[in-house]
């Protein structure tokens, strides 16, 4: 069976092992592609631009997404893994309480996304912070729901990943994508 060509998008709150999950694809030798919202959070930390989502959501919301475009006009059609999508921005608009333009839903929906998204939900004993996740547990879990909330109202079906070990997780999303991996 041919495997049709798609971009998955691996979502959830900070520190649900997105990232983890992501390197372990990689390792497997799968296309992969970083977050863009962390690399920009580290760029301008190293830069000292004061553009950080907790200081101005939307400019820096702007940012991501127009990285997040010209990544998606170089990428090819072939199978690859995302660490979040623009419907990712959306929904951390609505956290902030702003609205998101609708130039992000229109690019979510045009976008070479596969329809089926994985969510790493909220896993408490692994939640930690660090210089780009500032965020509190309980600040955590309402971004879930927004995440939730947001892939759900642009048609998305969200597959929540079982909370296993790395490796585990990694199989699982191989398996419901129609990938048959040997252990």
Aim: glycine share 2%; aromatic share 10%; proline share 3%.
């Amino acid at each position: 069976m041919a495997l049709e060509k798609k971009h998955y998008v691996i979502t959830g709150a900070p520190s649900t092992g997105k990232s983890s999950v992501i390197n372990e694809l990689r390792k497997m030798n799968f296309v992969c592609h970083e977050e863009i919202a962390r690399e920009i959070i580290k760029e301008n930390q190293e830069n000292k631009h004061n553009v950080f989502p907790w200081v101005n959501m939307r400019e820096f919301s702007d940012m991501v997404y127009s990285r997040m475009k010209n990544r998606s006009q170089h990428q090819s059609d072939d199978l690859c893994f995302l660490d979040r999508s623009v419907v990712d921005l959306i929904g951390y608009m609505e956290f902030a309480n702003e609205k998101a333009p609708l130039s992000y839903s229109e690019f979510a929906k045009s976008s070479r996304y596969a329809k089926k998204v994985f969510i790493m939900p909220i896993w408490t004993s692994i939640y930690t912070n660090d210089q780009e996740r500032k965020e509190s547990i309980e600040e955590a879990k309402t971004i879930d729901y927004n995440l939730r909330k947001s892939y759900k109202k642009l048609g998305f079906k969200l597959i929540d990943v079982p909370m296993l070990s790395i490796k585990e997780r990694a199989k699982f999303i191989l398996t419901e994508i129609g990938l048959q991996i040997e252990a």
